[in-house]
C-alpha cells in the first residue's frame, strides 16, 4: 500500500513558477514509477508528467514540455513536479499517482492517488 499526499498549489500569476511535492508513505515507494495528473471541472483527467522508480528522464505531455519538470527522491519518498512559465491553461487541481510504467499516460494503469491540490494560474 502506498498513500500520496500533494502540496504546494496554490495561486499564481501568469509566468510564475510553482513546485508541487508529493510525500508517499509506504516502504516500496522507490519500486513504483510516478506520474502527476491534472483535472478541470466537466473533463477527463489529464496526464502531465511520469517519471520511473529509478528517477531517470521524465515523460512529458506535450502541453507542458520545456515547462515543467518531474523529479522523485526516493529517500525522502517524494517526487516533485517543478511549474515554470505558468499559464492560466495550467489552472487544475493536479493530483500525484504512483504505478504504471513510468511513462504511461493512461491514469488507469496507475494503482495509486492522492487528493490533489489546486493550482490556480491567473492572467
Known amino acids: 500500500q502506498v498513500q500520496l499526499v500533494e502540496s504546494g498549489g496554490g495561486l499564481m500569476q501568469a509566468g510564475g513558477s510553482l513546485r508541487l511535492s508529493c510525500a508517499a508513505s509506504g516502504r516500496t515507494f522507490s519500486r513504483y514509477a510516478m506520474g502527476w495528473f491534472r483535472q478541470t471541472p466537466g473533463k477527463e483527467r489529464e496526464f502531465v508528467a511520469a517519471?520511473?522508480?529509478?528517477?531517470?528522464?521524465?515523460y512529458y505531455a506535450d502541453s507542458v514540455k520545456g515547462r515543467f519538470t518531474i523529479s522523485r527522491d526516493n529517500a525522502k519518498n517524494t517526487v516533485y513536479l517543478q511549474m515554470n512559465s505558468l499559464k492560466p491553461e495550467d489552472t487544475a487541481v493536479y493530483y500525484c499517482?504512483?504505478?504504471?510504467?513510468?511513462?504511461?499516460?493512461?491514469?488507469?494503469?496507475?494503482?495509486?492517488w492522492g487528493p490533489g491540490t489546486q493550482v490556480t494560474v491567473s492572467s
Open positions: 517519471i520511473r522508480w529509478w528517477a531517470d528522464s521524465g
Open positions: 499517482a504512483a504505478g504504471g510504467s513510468g511513462s504511461s499516460k493512461n491514469p488507469a494503469t496507475y494503482d495509486y
